[in-house]
């Protein structure tokens, strides 16, 4: 029997050891992140038409990018669950955001990090009753909520809103009986914690495997094959033969919103196909679960490739997944272009970088700042500090003075 995480959610949420607020005022919330990861620099860049020109050198910013509303509350509800709690063990069940000068942060505060083995598997042996747990940004799955509470430990609930919305989704899915399509990274952590609030439930990719999807809907697959290929990325117990039949999309927030698009234009029409305009209802939901923040840096990058740039630079942790399609827009304009997480990649004297291309390991580049009038696009992922974005531009103005 599937359980009720409706009415799990409400029980927790009453619970005198669950906060999901914190613990001072959003405007003492923004003075603090303001004091700690917001730039001058960028804010007079900001202000100049996301223009900066110094000699030879000229930086393009995109019109959105960095923290957005949802990492500023996480990052900051973290900070403040430290100084409220000043004596206890805190742990957090998983990187707080995709940023490592964050999770540096969050470490030296004698934040513990909870551990997974290589197969992606929590040891919560060390928490102890009476503990405060932080739950990130991405969320956590309905599993780990459970046992959490149950060993009576302080939750303290960072989770984006708009990953919340995703799950209320799948649970709307679940409720009437439809088999979520979660366009997500199987392993990524808030797909996992989307899926552990759905029903029955198939992750795909991209769009090559909703296609796959699509093409098994109507008739055009092999069982076995099917079973053998998304093995990792459905729910227990799914048959395909019959749990393909009532389809609700929804998706990891951080995915590429096109992409998101059309995959749920996609299933709409496999199943307009198979069951007719009449029946259409009966056998597919969509709702939108894309994020506006993703929304807005995705579009701001589409724009900003749409400039005449000589490369372009994302900075962002290279497990984030918003970053990584940032770099995917690059990629797919054919602007050369590298995904670095922090300012270190770039050495100021000897004009080398360390980045990583798209689903290749780290590479390290010679001369990568061209000579003579260079122009450079620079965006960051939603996990991103100002501060980190200003300290890459400020390499960039001193290898452009060599």
């Known amino acids: 029997m599937d359980m009720d995480t409706q009415a799990f959610k409400r029980s927790l949420h009453h619970s005198d050891r669950y906060n999901r607020r914190g613990f001072g005022s959003?405007?003492?919330?923004?003075?603090?992140?303001?004091?700690?990861?917001?730039?001058?620099?960028?804010?007079?860049?900001?202000?100049?038409?996301?223009?900066?020109?110094h000699g030879r050198l000229r930086v393009k910013l995109a019109?959105?990018?960095?923290?957005?509303?949802?990492?500023?509350?996480a990052v900051a509800m973290a900070y403040?669950?430290?100084?409220?709690?000043?004596?206890?063990?805190?742990?957090?069940?998983?990187?707080?955001i995709h940023n490592p000068s964050v999770n540096d942060h969050l470490r030296n505060m004698n934040v513990r990090f909870i551990a997974?083995?290589?197969?992606?598997?929590?040891?919560?042996?060390?928490?102890?009753?009476?503990?405060?747990?932080?739950?990130?940004?991405?969320?956590?799955?309905?599993?780990?909520?459970?046992?959490?509470?149950e060993r009576g430990c302080h939750i303290i609930d960072t989770t984006c809103p708009w990953v919340?919305?995703?799950?209320?989704?799948?649970?709307?899915?679940?409720?009437?009986?439809?088999?979520?399509?979660?366009?997500?990274?199987?392993?990524?952590?808030?797909?996992?914690?989307?899926?552990?609030?759905?029903?029955?439930y198939l992750v795909v990719l991209d769009l090559e495997e909703a296609q796959y999807v699509s093409d098994y809907i109507l008739g055009k697959g092999d069982r076995n094959e099917f079973l053998d290929r998304f093995s990792k990325a459905f729910s227990p117990g799914f048959d395909p033969d019959l749990d393909l039949q009532r389809l609700g999309v929804a998706n990891q927030t951080t995915m590429l919103k096109s992409e998101t698009e059309e995959i749920g234009r996609l299933f709409e029409r496999t199943m307009l196909k198979k069951y007719g305009p009449k029946?259409?209802?009966?056998?597919?939901?969509?709702?939108?679960?894309?994020?506006?923040?993703?929304?807005?840096?995705?579009?701001?990058?589409?724009?900003?490739?749409?400039?005449?740039?000589?490369?372009?630079?994302?900075?962002?942790?290279f497990n984030s997944s918003n970053t990584t399609h940032l770099q995917e827009i690059a990629v797919s304009r054919g602007i050369r272009s590298y995904h670095i997480d922090t300012p270190e990649r770039i050495?100021?004297?000897?004009?080398?970088?360390?980045?990583?291309?798209?689903?290749?390991?780290?590479?390290k580049e010679?001369?990568?700042?061209?000579?003579?009038d260079v122009s450079v696009g620079i965006t960051s992922g939603a996990s991103t500090p100002d501060r980190v974005v200003e300290h890459v531009i400020q390499k960039l103005i001193k290898l452009s003075e060599f």
């Open 366 to 372: 010679e001369h990568f700042l061209p000579e003579g």
């Open 347 to 363: 050495g100021e004297k000897d004009n080398l970088i360390t980045h990583k291309p798209l689903g290749e390991d780290l590479l």
């Open 279 to 317: 029946d259409l209802s009966d056998h597919f939901l969509a709702f939108n679960t894309i994020c506006d923040a993703t929304e807005e840096r995705q579009d701001a990058m589409f724009s900003l490739v749409d400039e005449p740039l000589d490369m372009l630079v994302v900075i962002g942790g």
């Open 80 to 96: 403040e669950t430290r100084r409220h709690y000043p004596n206890e063990s805190i742990w957090i069940t998983n990187e707080i």
């Open 26 to 53: 959003p405007t003492k919330r923004a003075q603090a992140l303001e004091k700690a990861y917001q730039s001058s620099l960028i804010a007079s860049i900001r202000d100049n038409d996301y223009l900066l020109e």
């Open 164 to 200: 919340s919305k995703v799950w209320h989704t799948v649970e709307k899915h679940k409720k009437h009986t439809f088999t979520s399509i979660i366009h997500g990274k199987v392993k990524h952590e808030e797909t996992l914690a989307t899926s552990s609030f759905a029903g029955t």
């Open 116 to 149: 997974a083995d290589s197969a992606g598997v929590k040891d919560f042996s060390g928490v102890k009753e009476g503990d405060v747990v932080i739950l990130p940004a991405f969320g956590a799955t309905v599993q780990e909520m459970q046992l959490l509470h």
């Open 63 to 73: 019109e959105a990018f960095g923290f957005c509303w949802g990492v500023e509350r």
